[in-house]
Nanobody, 123 residues
Framework: VQLQASGGGLVQAGGSLRLSCAAS????????MAWFRQAPGKEREFVAT????????TYTQSVKGRFTISRDNAKNTVYLQMNNLKPEDTAVYYC?????????????????WGQGTQVTVSS
């Protein structure tokens, strides 16, 4: 499975971005999918995850109410809608496919990773 993340960019605080993660090689419709991020000088951290059928989502506390993860299994694509962005959201965002059907916040549960897309939020 290859994952291609896109949609990052530079945005002012309070703005919005929509990240996409397109999977190729095989369908990921049976896999939970997730977004992680890594800010400069920090470890990569969990952001959001969605179950295989989109029936369950989980978010890290700092993005609840601002970010929405979704998926379109027909397009083999996962999205992260980010609203009301803050400077502390600045990071490289990575999408990942889980070995499981239901979401996990743990990086070790994900065996396929995209290359990352940069999100920069200016104050």
């Amino acid at each position: 499975v290859q994952l291609q993340a896109s949609g990052g960019g530079l945005v002012q605080a309070g703005g919005s971005l929509r990240l996409s993660c397109a999977a190729s090689g095989r369908a990921v419709s049976n896999n939970a999918m997730a977004w992680f991020r890594q800010a400069p000088g920090k470890e990569r951290e969990f952001v959001a995850t969605i179950s295989w059928n989109a029936g369950s989502t989980t978010y890290t506390q700092s993005v609840k109410g601002r970010f929405t993860i979704s998926r379109d299994n027909a397009k083999n694509t996962v999205y992260l809608q980010m609203n009301n962005l803050k400077p502390e959201d600045t990071a490289v965002y990575y999408c990942a496919a889980s070995r499981r059907s239901y979401g996990s916040i743990f990086q070790n549960d994900h065996n396929y990773w995209g290359q990352g897309t940069q999100v920069t939020v200016s104050s």
